[in-house]
């Protein structure tokens, strides 16, 4: 099946410094990748929608210029969280939907610690 | 707006059968996701259904009626490590998923 792959799968940072998650589809092509966050106990929330070559859509309520999103390529996007807080630490999980656009394909997650 | 129900807890017996209900509201219908979440992990998928019926892959089958918009996923000859959590999802229209909150599934010996 489909691959996809998410580094760090975790990170510990000081709070003001930046972070930057990479989501990379392995064995496929991605037009389109999710950006999700998830805090202990609670469902998935997503942040942002990410297309090949053109600005990510963020969800209400998510800062565009903190989560910076570029999807440069067919098979990686990326993450940033800039000017980290102690509240962004949360469980940050991508997703990559191929070219059917049926499923999606779950990285692993990164686990982003800021104290 | 999109709206998706699904019970919160659940608690079953090593062996047995459970059965997860579904229910949403959609403006429009895009098929139905479910997928399985270990604590501190990822998502990882179970089922789609986009017809009516009952699929079986395994110990899991799913079922969809999209007159009645229920959806229920089945777990038969349970497992300790089926715990975990359950999500329901939907696509909306631009086919980014609409999560449920989720059910946890509590798996007793």
């Known amino acids: 099946g489909a691959v996809v792959s998410q580094h760090p799968s975790w990170v510990i940072c000081k709070s003001g410094t930046s972070v930057k998650i990479e989501c990379r589809s392995l064995d496929f092509q991605a037009t389109t990748m999710f950006w999700y966050r998830q805090f202990p106990k609670q469902s998935l929330m997503l942040m942002a929608t990410?297309?090949?070559?053109?600005?990510?859509?963020?969800e209400q309520g998510v800062e565009k210029d903190k989560f910076l999103i570029n999807h440069a390529s067919l098979t990686l996007s990326t993450l940033t969280v800039t000017s980290a807080h102690p509240e962004d630490s949360s469980f940050y999980i991508c997703?990559?939907?191929?070219?059917?656009?049926?499923?999606?394909?779950f990285g692993p997650g990164t686990r982003l610690t800021v104290t | 707006g999109q709206n998706i129900d699904q019970p919160t807890e659940m608690t079953a017996t090593e062996g047995a059968i459970v059965q997860i209900n579904c229910t949403y509201q959609t403006s429009g219908f895009n098929g139905l996701f479910w997928y399985q979440q270990h604590a501190g992990e990822a998502p990882t998928f179970l089922s789609y259904n986009v017809l009516d019926g009952l699929e079986e892959k395994g110990r899991f089958s799913s079922f969809l009626s999209r007159s009645k918009g229920y959806s229920y996923l089945l777990l038969k000859e349970l497992q300790m490590k089926d715990s975990a959590s359950y999500l329901c999802?939907?696509?909306?229209?631009?086919?980014?998923?609409?999560w449920g909150a989720g059910t946890k599934l509590i798996i007793k010996p």
């Open positions: 997703s990559a939907r191929d070219l059917e656009g049926r499923e999606q394909y």
């Open positions: 999802a939907v696509p909306d229209s631009n086919y980014q998923l609409i």
């Open positions: 990410s297309n090949e070559g053109s600005k990510a859509t963020y």
